[in-house]
């Protein structure tokens, strides 16, 4: 047995790093690795982190995205050797075993940094698959964290006019470095768009960034709330919403990830695993920028620290990783 460590939330507002036994023997099909990196979702993990769950859920396990090595493989796995790095949709621990058919192999040349970021840029992925908008109409991208910038770059991409607000100031200088054409405080920023803006994709989790940008969805528009609605930030009624909602001919949709395959089929080419491998291609090729103040580095013993940063005011950049690289225990 190896000396395993992992990150786990043990209460409302409390993380920790844990140790337990590891069994490094693997089955078939299975692939034995140690992580290099593992970033942290500063949406939903932050929401994990403040939610009051019950008692018996905790020590509760944390992660998201993950990049790890190769260290040994069961029987049948052809893919993978050792040495070779992986990603999976792994939790933040030291070591990992996954069936083959669970990972993703990282494109040739690509920094496992960034190809961490194919994870978020493929939830935005979901409601671009759903919306009815074409290439060359605007959209508006509201909240310029992991999700939404990676999301704004892919629109750029695939040649819609994109609009990029956030309240930050930092995130909104990051955006512009990382290519992002139009950037903003706020949509009043761009009165020519107002009644012809397609497409909202919604991905900040507040309330406020809907109503503000509903005004300026065209008739038959659509607004995706792409990030999840962990806290009430509001206090107006519902009516008013609706009103412009109703009157607007607007579809309101889940931008849930999950609202499509994980993996696909013959008959449904697009999923959640496909739109990754297409996101950290496109990061390979330098169409998706990850610029490096986007993300910074930690040790996971300061996981404690990291979470009441997010939780706080003193994160700049979109994202946190945490690097395994060196670690070597308690």
Known sequence: MLKDYRIVFLKPRTAALIGGEFDEAVGAGEIFGRNVLSMISTGSERGGFTSEYDASVYPMQTGYSSVAQVVSVGEGV???????????????????????????ALPEGIMPEKALFGRFAAVSMTSMLHSQAKPVDNVVVTGLGIVGLTGAQMLQNFGYRVYGIDPSKDRREIAKRAGILQVAECVDAWPK????????????????????????????????????????????????LLYDIFYGFIKVQSGFEWSISRKGDEFHPHSNYSHIRMAMELIADGRVKIV???????????????????????????????????????
């Open 292 to 330: 490096e103040d986007m993300y910074e580095l930690h040790d996971p013993r300061d996981c404690t620290q990291v979470y009441q940063e997010i939780l706080g005011s003193g994160m700049k950049t979109t994202s946190i990783l945490f690097d395994w690289r060196n670690f070597q225990g308690e």
């Open 193 to 240: 768009i107002k009644g012809d803006v397609a497409t909202l994709y919604e991905c900040s989790g507040n309330e406020k960034a809907l109503r503000a940008v509903i005004p300026y969805i065209r008739k038959g528009g659509e607004a995706f709330l792409v990030g999840v609605p962990w806290v009430k930030t509001s206090d107006w009624d519902a009516h008013a």
């Open 78 to 104: 052809t893919g993978y050797k050792p040495g070779d790095l992986f990603y999976h949709n792994g939790y933040h621990t030291l070591y990992v075993k996954v069936k083959e058919e669970d990972v993703i």
